[in-house]
């Protein structure tokens, strides 16, 4: 999810900055109220943030959008869809005792795909932002997906093959009995 002006530039240096349009050494944070649509998962979103501080050129008024305000608005898209954030889920992994990997093989994902999740560098689905509050939520959940992933080993059954023997005079009946 980047910005859908300019790529974003580094979050550290120190203001004012040199302006990439004018040159000029003219870029302040200026607080603006930030309204705008960002596609999630096949929808479109209206994300609005009233107190949104983009790094502005006071001579042309060219706005740089760096990687703390790109965050931003991911983290304002992610509470509009109204999905767990990177914190909730890195907590509710903790409090089940789980590694990356063991949440990445119960849900079926790749262990890469929690760990963004989990830094925000990467929103989930719907899809799977449900499924994880089911996972985290339900111990019968769990169980039925560890199942799925490491299923029991087979019990042994008696199976019993039947023989008809017919001759003249009578008729047997021969069981042949296995242990599978
Ligand atoms: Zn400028």
Same mark, same amino acid.
């Given at each position: 999810m980047m910005s859908d002006k300019k790529p974003p530039v580094g =979050?550290? =240096?120190?203001?004012p900055w040199r302006c990439v349009e004018c040159r000029a050494k003219e870029v302040f944070p200026e607080p603006t109220d930030y309204i705008c649509t960002r596609k999630h998962d096949g929808r479109d979103y209206e994300i609005h943030i009233p107190d949104l501080e983009i790094p502005t050129?006071?001579?042309?008024?060219e706005q740089l959008f760096t990687v703390a305000i790109d965050d931003r608005i991911v983290a304002a898209l992610r509470a509009r869809v109204g999905l767990l954030t990177p914190q909730q889920m890195h907590k509710g992994r903790s409090q089940l005792g789980m590694t990356q990997q063991e949440l990445a093989d119960q849900l079926g994902v790749a262990k890469e795909t929690i760990s963004r999740w989990e830094t925000g560098g990467m929103i989930q689905s719907r899809a799977m932002d449900n499924l994880l509050r089911l996972f985290f939520e339900s111990e019968e959940v769990r169980r039925l997906l560890r199942k799925r992933f490491a299923p029991d080993p087979p019990v042994p059954v008696n199976r019993i093959r039947c023989v008809h023997i017919r001759a003249e005079s009578y008729t047997a009946v021969a069981f042949d009995l296995h242990r599978n």
């Open positions: =979050r550290d =240096r120190p203001f050129c006071r001579e042309c008024g």
